[in-house]
């Protein structure tokens, strides 16, 4: 059982002597090498998607869209200018566009060809988002795929798929919560959950005062 | 390509399973795989369309058995042989062998805050006018091109309704084999959900994809 054991913990653990290590570590060494690449802007391309740029980019946009409607507005009208009008542009936010959660309609974004996804006001999408069993049901059982979240809709409720299947890059603005009247917007960005802008959750509601 | 990577539809695949507070990278070499690819991407070489389709070329039981940064790291290795940057010699042995291929550009750390901020626009100056506007019908044409194509299957050969006029977009199936970028119309087409999957379909269900106008022929 030992042996077994051994064999286990190596697939259970990101150690440096995984398959996918060994082989990421040989491209870029044989890149480095060669003059082709610099460690050193792997570095800053890994700190900026850990610190910098994540869904709380996303969050605030969408506190500043509840809390001013002009916002809103320009948000629905051209997403792209709005949301840079926040210092939020670049890679896979190029061509934004916001479609909001009503009473009568719930927006769920995916992407069945691949894992196109609004990194300028998300992040990197998660593993969920780019793996087979989110991209085969989004499309097609988006209420099973939603109770799997924990989030159950009214059965009136109708639900909207946008698949990212060009460079436009989808960020749902959730229906903002009740009870929110005075809150700031930094109070309101701390409901704005990653999946409540994805379609996969709603917005938190904030916690009962005593 | 009808390949592995055109997932909408399929059964089988199971609950899809979140991960609580999931980190950004799941290990060290998640890291570098984003790196590298950027990296390399920066070169010049090849676009993103060309990477999409080495990416969808991965063998389908390697591809569904792959997660994502595996499926970016395997297809990269394409890229880099494809373009004369790294032999396939040199990725099995794990070194270098040869000087290989200059890039028309390397990307170095001062140089990233200012190209991860300037992106990729793949929009282009308009030099046609629009053959739908919002409010059409249109049917997806039905084809099952070899090549690079970002019509999904469940989408094909449906009628839907022409919802937003988007731009003038390079056209994704010609740019990933070399072809230009010929740009075209983008729009967005909302089906029903009954149109695409018909008996047993979820009732208040519609489904939209970005369309090039090629993909679209009037009803």
Known sequence: MSHDHDHDDHHHHDNHFSPMEARVRALETILTKKGLIDPKAIDVIVETYETKVGPRNGARVVAKAWAEPDFADWLKRDATAAIASLGYTGRQGEHMRAVFNDGETHNLVVCTLCSCYPWSVLGLPPVWYKAPAYRSRAVMDPRGVLAEFGVILPEARKIRVWDSTAELRYLVVPERPTGTDGLDQDALADLVTRDSMIGTGLALVPEARP | ?219
């Open chain 2, 1 to 219: 390509m009808n390949g592995p990577h055109d997932l909408g539809g399929q059964h089988g695949f199971g609950p899809v399973a979140p991960e609580q507070d999931e980190p950004v990278f799941h290990g060290e070499w998640e890291k570098r795989a984003l790196g590298v690819t950027l990296a390399c991407g920066a070169f010049g070489a090849w676009n993103i369309d060309e990477s999409r389709h080495a990416r969808e070329n991965i063998p389908p039981a390697t591809y569904l058995s792959a997660s994502y940064y595996e499926i970016w790291i395997r297809a990269l290795e394409t890229l880099l042989q494809r373009h004369g940057f790294v032999s396939a010699a040199e990725l099995a042995e794990g070194h270098m062998l040869e000087k290989g291929a200059a890039p028309k550009r390397i990307l170095t750390a001062d140089m990233v805050p200012a190209v991860l901020a300037k992106g990729g626009p793949c929009d282009r100056p308009v030099a046609a006018a629009p053959r739908f506007a919002a409010g059409a019908r249109v049917r997806t044409r039905n084809f099952n091109p070899a090549t690079h194509t970002r019509l999904p299957r469940y989408a094909r050969g449906k009628v839907g309704a022409v919802e937003a006029v988007q731009g003038f977009f390079v056209f994704a199936d010609d740019n990933a084999h070399g072809r230009g970028e010929n740009p075209q119309w983008l729009y967005t087409v909302v089906f029903d959900g009954a149109e695409i999957w018909g008996e047993g379909a979820a009732p208040g269900l519609t489904v939209s994809i970005d369309a090039w106008e090629s993909y679209l022929e009037p009803v």
